[in-house]
T-cell receptor, first 115, second 109 residues
Framework: ETGVTQSPTHLIKTRGQQVTLRCSSQSGHNTVSWYQQALGQGPQFIFQYYREEENGRGNFPPRFSGLQFPNYSSELNVNALELDDSALYLC??????????????FGQGTRLTVV | RKEVEQDPGPFNVPEGATVAFNCTYS??????FFWYRQDCRKEPKLLMSVYSSGNEDGRFTAQLNRASQYISLLIRDSKLSDSATYLCVVSTGFQKLVFGTGTRLLVSP
């Protein structure tokens, strides 16, 4: 067990709806990154939060947004869901922050299906 | 061109075999290199970091060639429990991990 927990584990949404996914980072970790993993692909970096500020973003549209809270937990919000948003969404926590690379621990993921 | 390229496999090997995975990366500014293991429908887990000098952890050996931008993973004496997808991962040092598609390994009795 990594100590990183995500909720919910599974979710089914309709195209056009909005979704919020949650992540509790491991104790002592101040950095949370979100990844999208489509079937048969490797995880793709969405964005990262360090001490409540966005600290880097991948090639995802603005309808993907996030938050990090003072306790370093995080949310990923996706608006106007599309069928291609169906994927496993992974949260990773680490203690590095900007400029440092330390081991990232992944949560078990949220499997989102858009119909 | 993808930033990290791997042969997707699957690699089908018998127990006890030695198997090697390779990957190449395109960003010469990459600073950190890893192999992650992902079991079916589970999260990725760090298998080992990869250093220029090469490193070994039991039956697993990883090598990095910065000049060729090439990373390898060797698994000796394969076990049934080694069946998984192996993800090659690079980072430029700002916590953003860039994953390859993964190579699927199936070890059979």
């Amino acid at each position: 067990e990594t100590g990183v927990t995500q909720s919910p584990t599974h979710l089914i949404k309709t195209r056009g709806q909005q979704v919020t996914l949650r992540c509790s980072s491991q104790s002592g970790h101040n950095t949370v990154s979100w990844y999208q993993q489509a079937l048969g692909q490797g995880p793709q970096f969405i964005f990262q939060y360090y001490r409540e500020e966005e600290n880097g973003r991948g090639n995802f549209p603005p309808r993907f947004s996030g938050l990090q809270f003072p306790n370093y937990s995080s949310e990923l919000n996706v608006n106007a869901l599309e069928l291609d948003d169906s994927a496993l969404y992974l949260c990773a926590s680490s203690s590095g922050g900007a400029g440092r690379n330390t081991e990232a621990f992944f949560g078990q993921g949220t499997r989102l299906t858009v119909v | 061109r993808k930033e990290v390229e791997q042969d997707p496999g699957p690699f089908n090997v018998p127990e006890g075999a030695t198997v090697a995975f390779n990957c190449t990366y395109s960003n010469s500014a990459s600073q950190s290199f890893f192999w992650y293991r992902q079991d079916c429908r589970k999260e990725p887990k760090l298998l080992m970091s990869v250093y220029s000098s090469g490193n070994e952890d039991g039956r697993f050996t990883a090598q990095l060639n910065r000049a060729s931008q090439y990373i390898s993973l060797l698994i000796r004496d394969s076990k049934l429990s080694d069946s998984a997808t192996y993800l090659c991962v690079v980072s430029t040092g700002f916590q953003k991990l860039v994953f390859g598609t993964g190579t699927r390994l199936l070890v059979s009795p």
